[in-house]
């Protein structure tokens, strides 16, 4: 049921704050200690003897694994790598030992994330080296999938059912996952003070009442400019540190739907090669927020701006609004938990710009909500 939405991605856009409340209420109670607020199902041996992680999934559920890599490395400092699933199923590295291996999928049905999953489970099996023994945890909508049935440690999202095949409230509920296994393992190895954890779990505390103020203005602002590009042929975007999987998954929203190409890059690459693509035909659009890249990525808009592309922030400032030619303002918050904010003006920009052109937005062309194929 739709409601009184034109598409059931709309309509998912906008249950995203209920997302983002249930994740809080199952899983960043109030009633736990402040310095040890998370309530996920990680046993207590993954959180003290694991050293590194490796996260394999695909699309937009690998985008999730990004930002969870960098929260887990940067605010919780375990080394974390991100793989393309469908890539480590033929190149896997070479095995390290105590090793935590994170799926990440949607549906819990995707063929590549499953086969690299059962790969990995084998070649540590075999061999037989409790080093090398095979630590494992889902990220999941589906519990009643192949990933509920066939791992042991599942996170459930909880999002609702998605219908929409362009992932918008589960990709918010996955990273809202990654910020609870950051916040666990943080917590469990003291590698933040309790302030910094405290800190962290108000900010997403905050987070659904943000994205309900967010989603309004952005919904119109979106459907305000839609027109301006729907003779669009390329858009680049641009984000670094924490939000450069936003600039990956905004660029992924835009082709899938719409059936504009995009590409996203971090923001300090632009001068090594997609600078020479920039003219008044190719719109730049530009994740800048507050934080330790901030100033770096306002000078690459800067760069881009020079070449006459039109250029669309996402930032906190009003005042940089000189600068961007559009500008979809988030409220000043902290970069950690930026991307829970920043994903959704690109997710309603791809939304409008697709519904402008009449396209069937929920099922788009060539693509299916679960990928059982490799
Ligand atoms: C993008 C999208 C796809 C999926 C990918 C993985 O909007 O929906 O990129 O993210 O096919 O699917 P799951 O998460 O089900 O493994």
């Not at 736990?32 to 046993?43: F, K, Q, R, T, Y």
Request: aromatic share 8%; glycine share 6%.
């Amino acid at each position: 049921d739709k409601r009184n939405f034109r598409h059931f991605m709309l309509k998912e856009i906008y249950e995203q704050p209920e997302t983002a409340q249930q994740w809080i209420d199952r899983f960043l109670p109030m009633d736990l200690p402040s310095e040890n607020p998370i309530a996920m199902p990680v046993s207590k041996s993954i959180l003290e003897n694991i050293e590194q992680i490796q996260i394999l999934a695909c699309g937009t559920s690998r985008h999730a694994g990004m930002v969870g890599a960098y929260l887990l490395e940067q605010f919780a400092g375990v080394p974390t790598k991100v793989y393309f699933a469908s890539e480590f199923r033929y190149a896997p590295p070479p095995l390290s030992p105590h090793t935590l291996t994170i799926g990440v999928s949607q549906s819990g049905e995707t063929a590549d994330t499953l086969a690299a999953l059962r790969m990995e489970k084998e070649r540590r099996d075999s061999t037989q080296d409790p080093n090398f023994s095979f630590h494992q945890l889902g990220i999941t909508n589906r519990v009643d999938s192949s990933f509920g049935r066939e791992l042991e440690n599942v996170i459930d999202i909880g999002s609702g059912i998605e219908i929409g095949v362009a992932a918008t409230k589960t990709f918010l509920g996955q990273m809202l996952s990654f910020y609870g296994l950051t916040i666990l393992f943080a917590s469990h190895r003291q590698k933040r003070k309790s302030q910094e954890i405290l800190d962290l779990s108000n900010d997403l505390r905050l987070i659904p009442k943000q994205l309900t103020n967010l989603i309004k203005k952005h919904d119109s602002l979106s459907k305000e400019i839609a027109h301006l590009f729907v003779e669009t042929k390329d858009v680049i975007f641009l984000g670094r540190g924490i939000n450069y999987p936003i600039a990956l998954e905004g660029a992924l929203k835009l082709k899938e739907i719409s059936y504009i190409h995009a590409q996203g890059y971090p923001a300090g690459e632009l001068k090594h090669g997609p600078i020479a693509l920039l003219d008044q035909h190719v719109p730049v659009v530009s994740i800048a927020v507050p934080g330790v890249v901030y100033e770096k990525v306002l000078s690459n808009s800067q760069e881009a701006k020079a070449r006459d592309a039109r250029l669309i922030g996402v930032s906190t400032h009003r005042s940089e609004s000189e600068m961007f030619d559009e500008l979809f303002t988030i409220p000043k918050v902290s970069e950690w938990v930026s991307p829970l904010l920043t994903v959704v003006p690109l997710q309603l920009f791809s939304y409008h710009i697709a519904a402008h052109k009449g396209l069937d937005v929920d099922q788009p062309r060539n693509l299916a909500k679960s990928v059982t194929v490799e």
